[in-house]
């Protein structure tokens, strides 16, 4: 089974930092990585798929870029109604695996 | 408006079964490829189960054997019957639609609860 490792856990950031997100997988697995945002007792929602494509509606400050085993998610200038936790996951093989995810607080 | 509301969930004790349903408006589950995630009380998020627009299903090892995805397309609804269950099944279920060939889930419901305890 392919694992998917992010990093870091939790990262503490100001309004209007650059901020980005790591996710590693243990195989390669193309470009079929996607990035999720999740709130407090909320359903996550899709902001990146295919590694580097934005969902529609989804702000323009928030990029996605990798292939093979490492990915990025990249918030170009965190935004107050960014405070959330972002999930990895990918797909290979009829099995999909999410990260384990990234906090990411106010400093 | 596309939407999914699941329904169904509770608190069952271990060993015992539960069909969680999820009704979907604004397309089409037959469709498309259909899943379930779940996610543990202040864990990550677990892939469960999908079903393919053609009929195929797949699941996670974890639930593999206990637990069975299906679809009425008649009625629009996607469905996990949970049997044999486990304390380690106690989770938030959401069900959600797959971007069509992207092997990402674009649409999510607002999730249901499955407590296994004794």
């Known amino acids: 089974d392919i694992q998917m490792t992010q990093s870091p856990s939790t990262l503490s950031a100001f309004v209007g930092d650059r901020v980005t997100i790591t996710c590693r997988a243990s195989?390669?697995?193309?470009?079929?990585l996607a990035w999720y945002q999740q709130k407090p007792g909320k359903a996550p929602k899709l902001l990146i798929y295919?590694?580097?494509s934005l969902e529609s509606g989804v702000p323009s400050r928030f990029s996605g870029s990798g292939s093979g085993t490492e990915f990025t998610l990249t918030i170009s200038s965190l935004q107050p109604d960014d405070f959330a936790t972002y999930y990895c996951?990918?797909?290979?093989?009829?099995?999909?695996?999410f990260g384990q995810g990234t906090k990411v607080e106010i400093k | 408006e596309v939407q999914l509301v699941e329904s169904g969930g509770g608190l069952i004790q271990p060993g015992g079964s539960l069909r969680l349903s999820c009704a979907a408006s604004?397309?089409?589950?037959?469709?498309?490829?259909m899943s379930w995630v779940r996610q543990a009380p202040g864990k990550g998020l677990e892939w469960v189960s999908i079903?393919?627009?053609?009929?195929?299903?797949y699941y996670a090892d974890s639930v593999k054997g206990r637990f069975t995805i299906s679809r009425d397309n008649s009625k629009n609804t996607l469905y996990l019957q949970m049997n044999s269950l486990r304390g380690e099944d106690t989770a938030v279920y959401y069900c959600?639609?797959?971007?069509?060939?992207?092997?990402?889930?674009?649409?999510w419901g607002q999730g249901t609860m499955v407590t296994v305890s004794s």
């Open positions: 195989q390669s697995i193309s470009s079929w």
């Open positions: 079903i393919y627009s053609g009929g195929s299903t």
């Open positions: 295919k590694a580097s």
């Open positions: 996951q990918q797909y290979n093989s009829y099995f999909w695996t």
């Open positions: 604004g397309f089409s589950v037959s469709n498309n490829y």
């Open positions: 959600a639609r797959a971007k069509s060939y992207e092997h990402a889930f674009d649409v």
